[in-house]
């Protein structure tokens, strides 16, 4: 299914490797969802991340399971798009993708836990990504990236782009198709892909942590189990 939707109001963007997808992964967009009023949620798989190594799955196994896992949810879609695409999934090339098929008047929300958004300045061309799409930051409750955060907690740089563009107001998104940075509370789940990963491979159960058709497909296709 493509990202492109006909709906008008916010389109939320969401990357990752998701290798695999688990429970914490899904609730953040939903919350993301509810909290910015957005229209949809695109779970956009990297095909060849750029900021790690190799994943521990093949890029249609990825895809294969974040389908699993989002088939239920209605404001849930799927692009995959990077998956097929030639080089590596860089952000700003995605949101280019997105604008030249969506336009330049639709909203676009790219979602960004709060580590991934201290990390921001080493990502590619990201100073263009403002230019491209809101930022909304997920957060544990009290801690957004500004005015709660811990002194030094980003960089120069980012902190000086965090003044010029950071809102208060999730609803902000609605008013502009980019150039908002946007902190929003979520429910703390301590799930990562990597735990998930280690229980698999060490034999133990990820039960819970994964929903269920996406733990059936990892035991059917024997993933995660090697060294």
């Not at 999934?89 to 604008?99: I, Q, W």
């Amino acid at each position: 299914m493509s990202a492109a939707s006909p709906e008008p109001g916010p389109l939320g963007i969401f990357g990752g490797t998701f290798d695999p997808i688990h429970i914490g992964h899904l609730r953040l967009a939903q919350e993301a969802h509810e909290a910015l009023r957005l229209s949809h949620v695109s779970f956009v798989p990297a095909g060849q991340p750029p900021h790690r190594g190799a994943p521990r799955s093949r890029a249609a196994d990825r895809l294969a399971m974040v389908r699993l896992a989002t088939a239920g949810n209605p404001a849930f879609t799927v692009d995959d798009s990077e998956v097929f695409a030639q080089g590596k999934s860089y952000t700003a090339l995605t949101l280019e993708r997105l604008r030249a098929a969506l336009g330049p008047q639709r909203p676009l929300v790219l979602i960004l836990g709060a580590d991934a958004f201290q990390g921001l300045p080493t990502w590619h061309r990201w100073r263009d990504i403002l230019q491209l799409a809101h930022v909304a930051v997920a957060n544990r409750p009290g801690y957004a990236p500004q005015g709660h955060r811990r002194p030094g907690a980003l960089s120069p740089e980012l902190d000086a782009v965090c003044s010029d563009h950071m809102g208060n107001d999730p609803g902000a998104v609605r008013e502009s198709p980019a150039g908002r940075i946007v902190p929003f509370d979520m429910t703390p789940l301590a799930i990562s892909a990597s735990q998930v990963r280690s229980l698999i491979q060490a034999g133990h159960s990820a039960r819970y942590l994964l929903p269920d058709p996406v733990l059936d497909y990892i035991e059917r296709h024997h993933l995660y189990r090697g060294t």
